[in-house]
Every structure is written in structure tokens, then in C-alpha cells.
């Protein structure tokens, strides 16, 4: 699975960040700048949630 | 074909006309009168509970008004974040309905479009980041510990002139690095503007007057800083010294005394009212369910998601912007010049982002709502007023376990801007 942070979109909430630290990380402003990035199988869940909690819909989620 | 003004058509548009206008074919329900009707700021049933009606408007699911001038109603979670997301379409010079225009001009950042507003939103979401947040907690604990104290060992409290309103009043005085002791003047500047009267248009009046105080009051204290900067206090640099340090654009300009001023009663208005609204509404709920509140008391933990799910459940602001381009939503095509409201409450309850969206579920899995908005004009304050209201919760828990409402005394609630409490009477003993 994977995630991408649609930087454009990110308005620097910081939710991702609150609800799933060890997967989002943000800068000192809120804003994530991480990009894609592939998310280990006991992370999915919470990389979910993370994605989920953000109000502006601005992290994707894949599954090949 | 001669050009009619849009603002002109949008005003005397009647809903059967407005409905010519549709594209993509969406048969759109009829609105009935009531919606045509609505007065988005004073109507009584939306003062009483806004959410039957929201329900309704979001079956339409684009209401249209003919009063305040006209304006399309926006209710969906979808319909409301494709608004708020889009600034080159929907513009923030007008934020309500009719517009209105302060001689003193437009509110930086807030009522300021791209490229404008990226100057200072940059600025300003910087000087309240995570990071920031974090520093000040323990300074914002310090003063709700003070504002509970007196109410200790008594029986009853008053929650929103002892704790909700007071809190933001006296965290922002020291989040702005104002002189101490101003924060008791300026909350009277705003009790005046607030006590005494529902007429709107004394009110209308009575808070440009209030503006115009204080914006003397901070263009006077940003020109006292900038002759003489003063050291922080706890290393924690106010609002208002680090704007007076701030190097903006290109050409790393000061910023000018009258913008600072412009920027300082922005943040003070913003900042205040909001989160003492969300802090009553959030305890209205509380102490209506004793079973929610032992949650909390027992595992603090549980706070911040309790938060979340308050937030969605009661999404307290409702704002307008001016349609600048032709543009669709929701199915319905609307033109330059027209005018949308936004209701962030109503996303908060739209059955097709949550589940069961009128109960109140802690461990709710989706806990994304607009309560902070969305887009270019996401709330600068969204991390600092979370913190505000956590830290509130947690000290209210540990301090009051048994708190609850006084059936005898039910909470006074209103919506229109915000949805908000003016009155929630707890008892505080063991039931
Ligand atoms: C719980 C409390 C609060 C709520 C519910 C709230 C809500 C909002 C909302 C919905 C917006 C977007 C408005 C729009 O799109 O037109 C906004 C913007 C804003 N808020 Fe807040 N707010 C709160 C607290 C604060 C605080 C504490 C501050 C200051 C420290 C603040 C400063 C601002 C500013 C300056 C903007 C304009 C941002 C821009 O135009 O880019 N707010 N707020």
C-alpha cells in the first residue's frame, strides 16, 4: 500500500499527523511535504485513519 | 444582448428563473417557500436547531434564497469543500450576505484573495504553528486553572461568562503580547458591542464602532513596539512583536502600521468568540450526557477524539463568498456576481461522509470535518484553539467529575455566523 500527499491540496491542518504520527509527518508549520511514500503491512491501518482525517481530502491511498 | 449586471440579476432572480440556469440536466428538487424565504442569519427555527433544516436543504441540494440580496445555499460535505477549495471561483470579498463594505477596507487575511493573501497567510499560520502551540500550552493551562479555582467546593457555575468566554480573552491578551490589564479593556469594548440589543442594524453599528477603537488601539500599540521592542516573556514572542519584526515579499518590507492594525483586529476577532462558542457547545453536550462525561473523566485520553467528534457534530461557522467565474456546483451552474453561503455545520452531518450523523460516536473511524474550513482559508487558529479547548476539557474533567446540566435553568443557543451558547448552567456536586 501507499500514500500520496497531495502537497497542492495540503492546507497544513496537521490532522494526519495528530491521528497517525508514526505515518505523517508534517513540518514545524503543519504542512506535510512527504510526498509518496509505501506504508508497511502493520501500518496500513493506521495510514487509513490518517487519510482519512483530512478535511481536505488531500491523501491518497493505493493498493496494488 | 445588452450585459445585465450579474449582482442586479442575482438579487431579483426568482428561484423559477434561477432554475433555467441549471446544466448537466440534475433535476433539482423544488425549493419550497420557506428556503426561498430564509434569512440565513436570524431564522428562528435554525436558532433553535439548525438541523432538521440543514437535513432538508441538503436533499435539494443547492437551496436558493431571495432575501439578503439572493444567495445559493451549500450543505453537503462535497458541495462545501469544493467551494471552500476553490479561491480563482469563489472570492472572499464578500463574507456576507448582502455584502458589506468597512471604510477602514478589506480584513487582511480573511476577506484578501490570491496572490494578495498568500503574503500574509504565510506570515500569520507560521506565528501559530504546531510548534508555537505547543510552547503556549502550558501558559493557557496556567489560565484555566485560574478561571476554575474560585468555583471550587461551590455548587453551581455559570460555564460561559465564568470559563468559555473569559479563557480566549485572556490566552489571546498573551498570545498577542498585549500590555497586561488591556485584556479587560478590550472585553469591554466587546461586551458593548454585544449586550443590549437584536436589533442587527444597532448592533451592525455598534460593532463598526468597536472596530474603529480597535484598530486605534492597535495601530498605537504596533507603532509603541516598533519604537521600542520589548523582550518576550517566557521566550514566547507575541503576535503583535513578531509582526512588528516581520520582513514580508520579495523585497522584505516592513510591514506598515495600518496593515499591522488591520491584521491585529482580524486575528482578535477571529480568535475569540469561536473558540468560547465551541468550548459552550462542546460542555451543552457533556452535560447532557453523563455517560460521555464519565468517558472522559476516566480516561483523559479520550479527550482529543471527543473533541473531533464534538466539532463535527456541532461545525459552528457559516460564511459567503462572491462567485467570480461561471461555475457549477452541487449541479447548479451559478454566474459571476451571484453569492453562495457555506454551511460548514450542515457537512458536519451529511450522511454521506458519516454514518449516523446526528448520534455522537467518540470512536467514530472518520474524523475529518470543516469546523477549521478548508482551502486557501483554512483557519490560522485551528491548532491553537485546539489546544485551548482540550486543555479546558482536561482541567473541567479533573476538576468538576460530576458536572451536568441544571434542568431547571436548560443552556440559551443561538446560530447565524456561528452556531454558539450564550448561557449553560452546570451543577457541579455529586448527583
Ligand atoms: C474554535 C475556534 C475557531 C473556529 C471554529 C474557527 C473557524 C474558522 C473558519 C471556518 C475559518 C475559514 C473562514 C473562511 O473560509 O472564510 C477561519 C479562518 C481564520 N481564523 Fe479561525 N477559527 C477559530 C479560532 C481561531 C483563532 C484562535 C484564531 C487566531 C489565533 C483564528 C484566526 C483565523 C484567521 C486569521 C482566519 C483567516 C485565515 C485566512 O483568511 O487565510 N481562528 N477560522
Redesign the pocket.
Known amino acids: 500500500m501507499k500514500v500520496t500527499v497531495h502537497a497542492d491540496r495540503c492546507m497544513g491542518h496537521a490532522m494526519c499527523n495528530a491521528v497517525a504520527p508514526e505515518v505523517y509527518e508534517i513540518d514545524d508549520d503543519g504542512y506535510n511535504v512527504m510526498g509518496t511514500v509505501e506504508i508497511e503491512p502493520d501500518k496500513e491501518a493506521l495510514a487509513r485513519q490518517g487519510a482519512a482525517a483530512c478535511p481536505e481530502r488531500a491523501i491518497e491511498v493505493t493498493t496494488d | 444582448m445588452a450585459e445585465t449586471d450579474p449582482r442586479e440579476a442575482a438579487g431579483a432572480t426568482s428561484w423559477a428563473v434561477s432554475a433555467g440556469a441549471e446544466t448537466e440536466g440534475t433535476a433539482h428538487a423544488h425549493c419550497p417557500a420557506w428556503v426561498r424565504d430564509l434569512n440565513i442569519w436570524t431564522d428562528e427555527g435554525l436558532h433553535r436547531d439548525p438541523y432538521p433544516q440543514y437535513a432538508e436543504l441538503r436533499s435539494y441540494p443547492i437551496g436558493r434564497s431571495d432575501r439578503l440580496g439572493g444567495y445559493y445555499v451549500i450543505s453537503r460535505y462535497d458541495d462545501v469543500l469544493a467551494v471552500?477549495q476553490d479561491a480563482v471561483n469563489f472570492s472572499?470579498e464578500h463574507?456576507f450576505v448582502p455584502p458589506t463594505r468597512d471604510p477602514s477596507g478589506r480584513r487582511i487575511?480573511?476577506e484578501?484573495d490570491p496572490p494578495e493573501?498568500g503574503l500574509y497567510?504565510r506570515m500569520?499560520a507560521g506565528f501559530?504553528s504546531p510548534q508555537w502551540t505547543r510552547r503556549f500550552e502550558p501558559t493557557v493551562r496556567g489560565i484555566v486553572r485560574d478561571l476554575l479555582a474560585p468555583h471550587v467546593g461551590r455548587s453551581e457555575l455559570e460555564f460561559m461568562s465564568s470559563v468559555a468566554v473569559p479563557l480566549?480573552f485572556r490566552a489571546?491578551a498573551v498570545?498577542f503580547g498585549l500590555p497586561p490589564g488591556d485584556a479587560d479593556l478590550l472585553r469591554g469594548w466587546d461586551d458593548q458591542m454585544r449586550s443590549g440589543t437584536s436589533d442587527l442594524d444597532a448592533r451592525k453599528r455598534a460593532s463598526a464602532s468597536v472596530r474603529v477603537k480597535l484598530l486605534g488601539y492597535f495601530a498605537d500599540l504596533t507603532a509603541a513596539r516598533r519604537a521600542e521592542p520589548i523582550a518576550p516573556a517566557d521566550g514566547l514572542v507575541g503576535m503583535v512583536d513578531a509582526l512588528v519584526a516581520a520582513r514580508v515579499g520579495e523585497d522584505k518590507r516592513e510591514l506598515e502600521l495600518d496593515e499591522m492594525a488591520n491584521i491585529c483586529v482580524?486575528?482578535w476577532n477571529?480568535?475569540l468568540h469561536?473558540?468560547a462558542n465551541?468550548l459552550g457547545n462542546t460542555m451543552v453536550h457533556l452535560a447532557a450526557r453523563p455517560d460521555l462525561r464519565d468517558r472522559l473523566v476516566a480516561d483523559p485520553s479520550v479527550i482529543r477524539e471527543a473533541l473531533e467528534e464534538l466539532m463535527r457534530y456541532e461545525s459552528?461557522?457559516a460564511?459567503a463568498r462572491l462567485v467570480r467565474g461561471e461555475v457549477t456546483v452541487g449541479g447548479r451552474a451559478m454566474r459571476p456576481g451571484d453569492h453562495v453561503v457555506t454551511l460548514?455545520g450542515s457537512a458536519g452531518r451529511d450522511a454521506a461522509v458519516y454514518e449516523d450523523p446526528d448520534s455522537i460516536d467518540f470512536d467514530r473511524p472518520v474524523k475529518k470535518h470543516?469546523?477549521?474550513?478548508a482551502?486557501?482559508?483554512?483557519?490560522?487558529?485551528?491548532h491553537?484553539?485546539r489546544m485551548?479547548?482540550r486543555v479546558a476539557l482536561e482541567e473541567i474533567h479533573a476538576t468538576f467529575p460530576h458536572y451536568r446540566a441544571d434542568p431547571a435553568r436548560p443552556s440559551r443557543r443561538h446560530t447565524g455566523l456561528e452556531r454558539g451558547t450564550e448561557s449553560l448552567h452546570l451543577l457541579l456536586g455529586a448527583a
Open positions: 471552500l472572499n463574507l487575511p480573511i484578501l493573501h497567510k500569520l501559530f480566549p489571546m498570545a482580524t486575528m477571529a480568535s469561536t473558540t465551541v459552528i461557522v460564511q460548514t470543516l469546523m477549521f474550513g482551502g486557501l482559508h483554512r483557519c490560522i487558529g485551528s491553537v484553539a485551548e479547548l
